[in-house]
Structure formats: structure tokens, C-alpha cells
């Protein structure tokens, strides 16, 4: 290295002012020494400097304060001053600025860079600015030096995002500027950083509202509830926004309701209550909830579940309203629907208990406890509806039902409520009555409308009714105490004959509580077998001799003694006990008869009674089968009763269960023939031996010639389709003459034996028990024939 490079280098470590005097001073000195090496030659004289080297440099000595003083000093106040703000420039100004040269090597750092990166200068300088500073291009951090590369041979200035990476490792997004300048042959950077955190943070938020902005447009168009926007600034609050939900719901375009006060939507239809309440919740600036009937641009009505709610400014200013529709129309009919279902009856579409009890307890509650005006609730209940049903099965049921309610419908007024319980029950309220008379004429109405037959499917049906009254307040003051008393009148009605109405008298209720209480003995009754069987002989009319026995059986109570099953058998069908009791039945019958066969005396057959419940019971074969074996009865000797509306009804599931009883040797007979419906092409197909004539045609046949015809008549079809005749009920010996004149098979009556104990029976038998039919044959033929 020359000495120039040295003090070169000497020269650019050293403080300018120091550098500017010494470049003064030799500046000076060269000048000085020049002149002094001259000055002798133009004065001729000899050179007062005999040293001419020396005393320029003591001169340079001498002026050096001189010229510090008044040149120097004064230049370098003016570039102090200068300085001096360079400086608070650079230490007031808010961007980091730092210096470099090429190598990366960092020079000096501003208090703001400082702060930044959290480096003191002293700590900074000489470090690379790559520890401080990293380049992001294109989203990725980049050498800084490989960008400092590219600076260099680019522009004097660049501008890009970079990383500042604090003395903590921490690092911010910064906004570099670069600038090169030669200072001295060397290439020096300036960088000014800026933390654009903030900024950054800023731009991230507005792309994220942006963002949210864009999706809850998309929310809003997509919404399948219709919205619409009002400007409420405005003082007719018009429409200026609404979604394409708003548009399928309503069918009216955007365009065409911009602007438009959304009441058009109501169209005449101004007079809802629901309506009031916006306008209240409007004028309160209040959210709320309302559903209001509007119109479609078709005109067809929708229900519209609106919510609307106010948008106010900073200042608390409503500005707008945001209303939100959904078209409930079809929730609403379900609604409906479900509503009308619960308090409907689906058959008949008939008020139902529900509303019933509602609709009483609202009368009740208005009109007697504010005016004690009389109620009348009557209990209509149809006579002999079953026998309907099982005959000709469940759908004209079901027509008759609903025929009977519309006749029901049309004898009553406006305000009174007809509605069905359930079965073959009607309630019918009159909640305004004036005298017990007009109970009376609506009654007797209510009965006459049975009088015409109903035609239904081919059918002509008669049938009559029930009914009960119970007039509030005499009779009850309560929903529960009028139906339960109007219902005991009922039963009073159906005891006295059917076909009448009855009003409520408090000993009705003692009855009620007789059948209550009949129901819980009945439940004892089969737990602790408190049954008996008695049994009425059959007798051969054509023998006189007893050729079979009705099994018939009687209730031993302990407090009231032998109860006739005329009583109890319909509340055991009604419980179902009739299914345990009726398999005890079976089981005693046979085994009395294979005792009575056991015991020597002539084969009988039994006929035992099957109700309808034991009829349709499962495990009918076999239990049957089970007790055949276990009695070891031989099943000849076993003879079923079933009524015809019995077997009638699910004819075909009958026929299965009747054939499977003839093939195992089973006797089927149809008992009370003649009081059902009987279709006459199932009764040829059924395996039928016996048919027994009802007792009510025997006890008239000799006196109406109607029941003689028709007594006449089922023995002629009987045997016509090769069955056997049974007279129940025979109790004159005229009736045997008939019986005898028109070959009936065999009868059961009074006349022979009332039904007897097993004991008695087995004297019959012993004895020899028959009936003297030689007696009565000759004049009773002459009698016979006057009929
Ligand atoms: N499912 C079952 N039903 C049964 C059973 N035992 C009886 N019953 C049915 O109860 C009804 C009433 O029976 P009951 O009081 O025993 O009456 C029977 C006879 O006593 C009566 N009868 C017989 N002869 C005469 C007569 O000359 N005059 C007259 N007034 N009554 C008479 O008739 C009844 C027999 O009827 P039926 O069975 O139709 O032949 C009755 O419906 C019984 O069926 C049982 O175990 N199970």
C-alpha cells in the first residue's frame, strides 16, 4: 500500500472539520513555501527565510489559530448549523433510517431505526443489515444481499416490501426505500423503513370486510327468507333493497317495488289486528314480529311471518328498516290441519271430546255464570249400532256413522254443538235454552231422524237411538258432571226399550254405580270361579226325547245370589272377561256331558254359547282342541252357538275358522237367527247344522202372522240348504203343534224344562225324561191352520 492510499485512508477516518482545516492548512503551507522559495528571486534580496520549509510551517503554526478562528470556525458553524439539522432531521423523523456500505456492513441507525429494531446504534453498527432487514418479493423473504445486488446494478432508488427483524427475533412488515450514492468511490445505501403494521393490519381488515361483505350479499341473495330494505329517511319509508326470495314469495320484481312503501303487499286488505301492531312497533322505532295476511302480484294470499327491525346510524338516527319474510302459509294449514285434527273427529268431521269439553266449558263459563242460563247436553248413542257393524262390516259402519251426523247436524242451530265421542256416541250442546219444553222438541227431533231408513251401499238400515239429557244447572255445573249424568240418562234411555230419551234423575247415577260396581265383582268373579252352569234341554220334536242341552251360564254372587248372564255377559264381552269365563264354560260343559256319558246315559250333544271376543280369540281351535282332549269328549257331542251378525261380519276369516271347526266333527249352530243381518250366499257357504229360531218370532208366531210367516219361512230355507231347526223359547203347546206342522227339528223352552242344575239334568235323563208329543197334535193342528 503507497503512502498516498495511507493517508487516504487516514484522512477518511478523521472528522471532516479536522479533515477541511488540515486540507487548509496544506493547502496553505504548500502556497506559503512556494512564495517563500520565489519571493527572493523577484525582490533581489536575500531571503529573509533562511529555512524556507521551516518557517512556512511555523507560519502554517502561526495563521493555523488565525485561520481556524476566522475561516474555518465561521465554515463550520455554517455546517454545524446544517448538520444540526441534519441530525434532528434524522432523529425526529418517524421512518427508521439506517446506512450501508455495499458489504451489508451497517453504518449508522436513526433513533427511529433504532426503536425499530431495537438495537442501540453502538449495538447496530457494524452488524449486517441483513441481521436487521429482510426483502419480501412477490410474498417470499429474499436475501437481502442478493436484492441489494439487484439494486445496485438497477436504479438509485427502490422501493419494496421487506421483514425488519427485531433484536428479539420478532418481525414486522416495513415499506424499504433504498438509495445508493457513491460517497467517496464507495457505493453507501441509505434505507428508510416505515412499519407498516398498522397499515398491513388495516389492508387485512378491509379485505376481510370486503370479504364478509361479498358473503353476506351472498347470504342475503341465497336466503330463502325474503328480505326487504326500506329507507326510512325517507318519509314513505320505500323499499330499496329486496332479495330474490323476496321476489319468488311475492312474484313481484325488484325493479317494479323499488321505491314503493311495502304496504302495497296488504293490498285492500288494511283491517288486521297483526298490522296495528307494526304500525306501534314502527312509530316506537321497536323490532317485532308480526303475521300479516298479504297478496301476491297474482292476488293469491300468503301468510307472511315478518320481522322487522330498525338500522340506526352512528348517532342513534333509524336510517333503515330490515324486514325479514317467510311465507308460512303452508306451516299455517298444517297448523290448521293439525289444530282441526285434534279437536275434529276424522270419520264424521265432527267436533271432537276436546272440542267438545272446550266449547261446554266456554258456554258454561259465559253463559250460565254470567246469566245462570240453563245448558242442555244431550248423549245420543245408537241402539243396536254393533249388530250394523258386524253384519255388514265396518265400512257402511263407518257411512252410517256419518250419515247420522249429518242428520244431526241439520235439527240443530247455529250455536248449539253436535260432536262425537267416539263408537256410536254424539253429544249435542243447546247452550241456549230457554224452557225445558224446547229440550223436549229437539229431542223428539233428534229421534225422528231415525225414523227413515239410511240407504247405504245397496242397504236399507234402520236403526234408532238412545239419549240422554242433563240440563245445567240442575243436573251439574261442571264439563265432567253434565256428560257423565247425560250418559247415565243414556243408559236409563236404552233400559227403558231403547228408541226413547230420558232426562237425568240423580237415582240414575245410583245405577251407574251399580254397573261400576257389577264390573269390579265380575273381574272377583272370574279369579275366584264364582260360576255355575245350569243347562236346558233341547228335545226331538219328532221323538219327544232330549237330544241335546244348552249349557247356560249363571253367576253365584255372594251378595246379591244368582245374577242372570242377561246382566252380566255384555259387561264381560265389554271387559273381555268373557274370554277366561267362556274357556271355564267350555271346559265344565264338556266335561259334564262326558260325565253324564260316563254315567251310562244316551249321548247328548252340548251347545255351548261363543261370544263374539272368544269367537275372533287367536288360539280358539286350539283351546277347543286342548279341552276336547283333557274332557275326552268326543267333539260330535259339542254343538258351538254364534249369532249371525257374528260369523256375518269378516265372513271369510268366519268360514276358515267354521270349517276348521266341521272338520273336526263340531256342530256349528246359529243362535237368535232372525234379529241379525244375515247375507243368505255366506250363510250357504257356511258349514252351518242348526239354525235356532229366535225366541221372539216363537212367542208371537201363533198369534202374528207375520212371525208365522217368517218362522214358516226360516224352517222352509233351512232345510232348503239342508240345515237343522231349533225353536228356543217354546212355552205353549200350540207352538209345538206349529213347530211340528211345519217339521222344525227340535225345540227348547219352557215348556219342556227351564235351563236346570247338572244334578237335575242327570234325574232327566235317569228318568227318562220326553215330551208327550202324542197329546197335543190334534187340536192344535186346527188351530194352527186359522193362522
Ligand atoms: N256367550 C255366552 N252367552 C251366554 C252364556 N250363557 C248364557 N248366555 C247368554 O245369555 C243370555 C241370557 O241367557 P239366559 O238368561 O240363560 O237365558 C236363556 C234361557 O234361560 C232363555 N230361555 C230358554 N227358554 C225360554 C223360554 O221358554 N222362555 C223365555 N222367556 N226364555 C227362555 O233363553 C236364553 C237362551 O238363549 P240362547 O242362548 O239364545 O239360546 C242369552 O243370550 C244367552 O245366550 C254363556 O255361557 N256364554
Known amino acids: 500500500m503507497g503512502l498516498a492510499d495511507k493517508s487516504d485512508k487516514i484522512l477518511r477516518y478523521l472528522p471532516s472539520p479536522i479533515k477541511q482545516l488540515l486540507v487548509l492548512l496544506s493547502i496553505i503551507f504548500v502556497i506559503e513555501t512556494f512564495l517563500m522559495l520565489l519571493l527572493p528571486q523577484f525582490a533581489d534580496s536575500r531571503s529573509i527565510f533562511t529555512f524556507p520549509l521551516l518557517d512556512a510551517f511555523m507560519l502554517v503554526l502561526i495563521s493555523a489559530p488565525i485561520i481556524w478562528w476566522c475561516i474555518v470556525r465561521p465554515l463550520r458553524s455554517v455546517a454545524f448549523t446544517a448538520s444540526l439539522h441534519a441530525d434532528l432531521l434524522l432523529d425526529h423523523i418517524a421512518d427508521g433510517i439506517i446506512s450501508f456500505d455495499e458489504t451489508g456492513c451497517l453504518r449508522s441507525l436513526n433513533p427511529a431505526a433504532e426503536q425499530l429494531f431495537g438495537y442501540g446504534s453502538a449495538e447496530a453498527v457494524g452488524r449486517s443489515v441483513s441481521d436487521i432487514l429482510s426483502i419480501r418479493s412477490g410474498g417470499k423473504a429474499e436475501s437481502f444481499m442478493a436484492s441489494l445486488a439487484s439494486c445496485k446494478c438497477g436504479c438509485d432508488r427502490i422501493t419494496c416490501d421487506a421483514e425488519g427483524i427485531r433484536s428479539d427475533g420478532g418481525r414486522f412488515p416495513a415499506a424499504l426505500t433504498l438509495s445508493r450514492l457513491q460517497f467517496e468511490g464507495v457505493w453507501n445505501f441509505i434505507g428508510i423503513i416505515r412499519d407498516v403494521t398498522e397499515s398491513r393490519e388495516a389492508e387485512e381488515r378491509l379485505i376481510e370486510t370486503n370479504e364478509r361483505l361479498t358473503l353476506l350479499k351472498r347470504a342475503i341473495e341465497s336466503s330463502i327468507n325474503g328480505i326487504v330494505i326500506t329507507d326510512s329517511t325517507h318519509p314513505d319509508n320505500p323499499i330499496i333493497y329486496v332479495n330474490p326470495a323476496f321476489e319468488r314469495i311475492t312474484g313481484y320484481d325488484a325493479e317494479g317495488v323499488i321505491g314503493k312503501n311495502p304496504r302495497f303487499l296488504q293490498g285492500a286488505d288494511r283491517d288486521q289486528s297483526e298490522l296495528k301492531k307494526l304500525a306501534i312497533a314502527y312509530r316506537a322505532e321497536r323490532e317485532g314480529c308480526f303475521v300479516l295476511r298479504n297478496y301476491r302480484k297474482d292476488g293469491i294470499p300468503f301468510w307472511n311471518e315478518l320481522s322487522i327491525a330498525p338500522v340506526r346510524d352512528r348517532d342513534g338516527v333509524v336510517v333503515s328498516y330490515v324486514g325479514i319474510m317467510n311465507d308460512i302459509t303452508e306451516h299455517r294449514r298444517y297448523e290448521e290441519q293439525l289444530v282441526y285434527q285434534a279437536t275434529h273427529d276424522t270419520l264424521t268431521g265432527l267436533p271432537n271430546r276436546n272440542l267438545l ?242 254315567a251310562g246315559y244316551p249321548p247328548l250333544r252340548m251347545a255351548v254359547n261363543l261370544s263374539a271376543r272368544q269367537f275372533r280369540q287367536e288360539n280358539l281351535l286350539e283351546m277347543v282342541d286342548e279341552i276336547l282332549q283333557e274332557t275326552g269328549l ?111 227339528e227340535e225345540m227348547q223352552g219352557y215348556y219342556f224344562s227351564r235351563p236346570v242344575t247338572s244334578e237335575e239334568l242327570g234325574r232327566f235323563l235317569a228318568e227318562g225324561k220326553t215330551l208327550d208329543i202324542s197329546l197335543i197334535r190334534g187340536d192344535a193342528r186346527e188351530r194352527i191352520r186359522v193362522v
Not at 671 to 693: M, V
Not at 698 to 713: C, E, G, K, Q, S
Request: proline letters at 3%.
Open 357 to 598: 269439553q272446550d266449547r261446554l266449558g266456554q258456554s258454561l263459563a259465559l253463559e250460565a255464570f254470567r246469566r245462570r242460563n240453563p245448558i242442555c247436553v244431550m248423549f245420543l248413542d245408537l241402539d243396536n249400532f254393533k249388530k250394523v257393524n258386524d253384519t255388514l262390516g265396518h265400512t257402511v259402519g263407518d257411512m252410517l256413522l256419518k250419515a247420522v251426523a249429518n242428520r244431526l247436524k241439520n235439527c240443530v242451530r247455529g250455536g248449539d254443538t253436535v260432536a262425537r265421542l267416539g263408537g256410536d256416541e254424539y253429544i249435542i250442546v243447546l247452550p241456549n235454552v230457554r224452557e225445558t219444553h224446547d229440550v223436549v222438541t229437539v229431542a223428539k227431533k233428534m229421534i225422528n231422524i231415525f225414523v227413515a231408513p239410511f240407504l247405504l251401499m245397496g242397504n236399507e238400515i234402520y236403526v234408532t237411538s238412545s239419549i240422554g239429557i242433563a240440563l245445567f244447572p240442575n243436573d251439574g255445573d261442571t264439563v265432567d258432571a253434565l256428560l257423565k249424568n247425560a250418559d247415565a240418562a243414556m243408559y236409563h234411555a236404552k233400559d227403558q226399550g231403547k228408541n226413547n230419551y230420558q232426562f237425568y234423575s240423580s237415582e240414575m247415577n245410583t245405577r251407574v254405580f251399580e254397573r261400576l260396581s257389577l264390573e269390579t265383582s265380575l273381574h272377583r268373579a272370574v279369579k275366584q270361579r264364582e260360576f255355575l252352569l245350569h243347562y236346558q234341554p233341547r228335545v226331538d220334536l219328532r221323538t219327544g226325547r232330549i237330544c241335546g242341552v244348552e249349557a247356560l251360564v249363571r253367576w253365584n254372587h255372594p251378595e246379591m245370589g244368582l245374577v242372570s248372564p242377561a246382566r252380566f255377559i255384555p259387561l264381560a264381552e265389554e271387559t273381555g272377561l268373557i274370554v277366561p269365563m267362556g274357556e271355564w264354560v267350555l271346559r265344565t260343559a264338556c266335561a259334564q256331558n262326558r260325565a253324564w256319558q260316563e
Open 634 to 744: 268326543d267333539p260330535q257331542w259339542l254343538e258351538l252357538e254364534l249369532t249371525e251378525s257374528l260369523v256375518m261380519q269378516e265372513a271369510e276369516k268366519s268360514a276358515a275358522i267354521l270349517h276348521e271347526l266341521t272338520n273336526r266333527g263340531i256342530e256349528v249352530a246359529i243362535d237368535d237367527f232372525g234379529t241379525g243381518y244375515s247375507s243368505l250366499s255366506y250363510l250357504k257357504r257356511f258349514p252351518i247344522a242348526n239354525l235356532k229360531i229366535d225366541q221372539s218370532f216363537i212367542r208371537d208366531m201363533t198369534r202374528d202372522p207375520d212371525d208365522a210367516t217368517l218362522v214358516r219361512t226360516i224352517i222352509t230355507m233351512a232345510h232348503g240348504l239342508g240345515m237343522k231347526t231349533i225353536a228356543e223359547g217354546v212355552e205353549l203347546a200350540e207352538q209345538i203343534d206349529f213347530l211340528n206342522l211345519h217339521q222344525c
